[in-house]
């Protein structure tokens, strides 16, 4: 079946540096990637996403790409802060409304 | 806006008792829902959508129904729990595109 991986499942980066997180698709047909930061005993929040008309996209620290081609998008994160620390999801839908979820990140950023 | 609410927030409930968990929504008119369920330190599980009223799709078989009395209401079920049946439950509601929201979720633990 259609499946995303996502990599790495933990990453520790030091305050002020920059954490990737990798997310590969399967399905050709995805065109809608949004991603989601989840903090603890909280519900996953929106916080970018990515149609698959547009190769990037910026919101202040926080930027993704996307290339169709090799079916691989990421999410940038830059000059990271304590509050950054979550847990992270990248999605793929195909515009079915069901989405594809990743496995998940969990980012710690180190005062 | 999208705004939704679950309740309750945390629940404790032996095995082999009902359960039932109500999730409404605010926003726009026939949004789709979703159930998903999160298991402590994993991804999202799909559940149940609705695309209307009394429209429900089952994404894994299992013991747990769902139903959807009210365009902005859904509600997750089980006549009887399992102890697998603990976890984080999370509903979500997509508005007028395909951007899925997600509620604050419930905390079930089944003993």
């Known amino acids: 079946g259609e499946n995303v991986e996502q990599h790495p499942s933990t990453l520790s980066v030091q305050e002020g540096d920059s954490a990737v997180i990798k997310c590969t698709y399967s399905?050709?047909?995805?065109?809608?990637f949004p991603w989601y930061k989840q903090e603890l005993g909280k519900g996953p929040q929106l916080i970018i996403d990515i149609r698959s008309n547009v190769g990037e996209k910026k919101d202040q620290r926080i930027a993704v790409t996307l290339n169709k081609t090799a079916k691989h998008f990421s999410l940038h994160i830059t000059e990271t802060q304590p509050e950054d620390s979550a847990v992270y999801f990248c999605a793929a839908s195909s515009g079915t409304y069901k989405y594809i979820f990743g496995t998940g990140t969990r980012l710690k950023v180190l005062a | 806006s999208q705004t939704i609410h679950q309740w309750p927030a945390t629940l404790v409930q032996p095995v082999g008792s009902p359960l039932s968990l109500e999730c409404t929504v605010e926003?726009?008119?026939?949004?789709?829902l979703y159930w998903y369920r999160q298991a402590a330190g994993r991804g999202l599980q799909l559940l149940f959508y609705s695309v209307g009223i009394g429209q429900i799709s089952s994404e894994v078989p299992q013991n747990l129904s769902a139903s959807r009395p009210q365009d902005r209401q859904f509600i997750l079920s089980s006549k009887k729990l399992l102890l697998s049946d603990s976890g984080f439950y999370l509903c979500?509601?997509?508005?007028?595109?395909?951007?899925?929201?997600f509620g604050p979720g419930t905390r079930l633990l089944v003993l």
């Open positions: 399905d050709s047909a995805s065109n809608y």
């Open positions: 926003g726009t008119s026939n949004p789709n």
């Open positions: 979500a509601q997509t508005g007028s595109g395909e951007t899925q929201y």
